[in-house]
């Protein structure tokens, strides 16, 4: 499992991000990563080790070309942080949509309210 | 049934917004309420809310604990900066897990929306990279994994429980 602060920290970066998002697709070599970005290749490899060494991203050899692609443990561990908000607060107003409801009905109908 | 949007704003911003069938009182009440709150501020299935403090006036403090039963939990802290009922709070808090993240701001509007009400949650970070990292599982680039996730974990089970409550 990586570190989370390091993986945090890798994913504070839109083209990296954006790099991840590309993933999500599938696999990529580095040049397949250079077209759509506008970015050189340099800067695309040090976004793509910075991705590695969070351990977000793996990449295998194939001959002279290393291609990558998202690591499912990396992604995992932080879409349970980061998913937590989300989640949570979607969950938490479901649940206070029928709170909500129980005090209407308790204030339309005070005495069934207070017998349920 | 309105959908929860979640989005940024600026380098600092995170809006949530939520309608719900139920006027600004009530709404208001089931954020300042421990009572209410208990019921429904839980997170994840299967959590409980076993310490719920919330001294609703300026300056009060908030305290909530979570514990998903089995000697796992955390807890948020935070104060109140701003009440003005039924519309509008004004909040610190910080999650400890159980280092303390950095403070969130938070404001909360209700407006009143047809007979329903309309919140509007503004979350403050401290710096964008706070906000980053929050925000890191990449919902700005497409990237619904948490989203698809969350329909498909929770529409099913709404749809039970309305069939049940019917």
């Given at each position: 499992?990586?570190?989370?602060?390091?993986?945090?920290?890798?994913?504070?970066?839109?083209?990296?991000?954006?790099?991840?998002?590309?993933?999500?697709?599938?696999?990529?070599?580095?040049?397949?990563?250079?077209?759509?970005?506008?970015?050189?290749?340099?800067?695309?490899?040090?976004?793509?080790?910075?991705?590695?060494?969070?351990?977000?991203?793996?990449?295998?050899?194939?001959?002279?070309?290393?291609?990558?692609?998202?690591?499912?443990?990396?992604?995992?561990?932080?879409?349970?942080?980061?998913?937590?908000?989300?989640?949570?607060?979607?969950?938490?107003?479901?649940?206070?949509?029928?709170?909500?409801?129980?005090?209407?009905?308790?204030?339309?109908?005070?005495?069934?309210?207070?017998?349920? | 049934?309105?959908?929860?949007?979640?989005?940024?704003?600026?380098?600092?911003?995170?809006?949530?917004?939520?309608?719900?069938?139920?006027?600004?009182?009530?709404v208001y009440r089931?954020?300042?309420?421990?009572?209410?709150?208990?019921?429904?501020?839980?997170?994840?299935?299967?959590?409980?809310?076993?310490?719920?403090?919330?001294?609703?006036?300026?300056?009060?403090?908030?305290?909530?604990?979570?514990?998903?039963?089995?000697?796992?939990?955390?807890?948020?802290?935070?104060?109140?900066?701003?009440?003005?009922?039924y519309?509008?709070?004004?909040?610190?808090?910080?999650?400890?897990?159980?280092?303390?993240?950095?403070?969130?701001?938070?404001?909360?509007?209700f407006?009143?929306?047809?007979?329903?009400?309309?919140?509007?949650?503004?979350?403050?970070?401290?710096?964008?990279?706070?906000?980053?990292?929050?925000?890191?599982?990449?919902?700005?680039?497409?990237?619904?994994?948490?989203?698809?996730?969350?329909?498909?974990?929770?529409?099913?089970?709404?749809?039970?429980?309305?069939?049940?409550?019917?």
């Amino acid at each position: 499992m990586p570190d989370l602060d390091t993986a945090f920290n890798a994913l504070a970066d839109p083209t990296r991000r954006a790099i991840l998002a590309r993933l999500a697709l599938g696999e990529a070599t580095v040049m397949e990563l250079v077209e759509p970005f506008e970015v050189t290749q340099p800067a695309i490899s040090r976004h793509l080790k910075v991705l590695e060494v969070a351990g977000l991203i793996v990449r295998r050899a194939e001959g002279t070309k290393r291609p990558c692609r998202l690591s499912k443990a990396g992604l995992e561990a932080i879409d349970q942080w980061l998913g937590m908000l989300r989640e949570a607060l979607a969950r938490n107003y479901d649940r206070l949509d029928a709170v909500l409801a129980q005090i209407n009905q308790e204030q339309m109908n005070p005495e069934k309210g207070e017998t349920r | 049934m309105s959908k929860m949007t979640l989005k940024t704003e600026g380098d600092l911003y995170v809006v949530v917004t939520r309608r719900f069938a139920a006027p600004p009182e009530a709404v208001y009440r089931a954020h300042t309420e421990p009572k209410l709150i208990e019921r429904w501020m839980l997170g994840p299935e299967g959590w409980t809310m076993p310490v719920c403090i919330n001294e609703a006036r300026p300056g009060g403090r908030i305290r909530y604990e979570w514990s998903n039963g089995k000697g796992g939990g955390f807890y948020l802290t935070g104060e109140f900066l701003e009440l003005e009922p039924y519309s509008r709070i004004v909040h610190v808090e910080r999650m400890h897990l159980p280092d303390p993240t950095p403070d969130n701001h938070v404001e909360t509007r209700f407006e009143a929306d047809g007979t329903g009400t309309l919140m509007t949650m503004r979350m403050t970070l401290p710096d964008v990279e706070t906000r980053s990292q929050m925000l890191a599982t990449g919902m700005e680039h497409g990237m619904e994994a948490s989203y698809v996730r969350l329909e498909s974990v929770v529409e099913p089970e709404l749809a039970g429980s309305q069939r049940r409550s019917q």
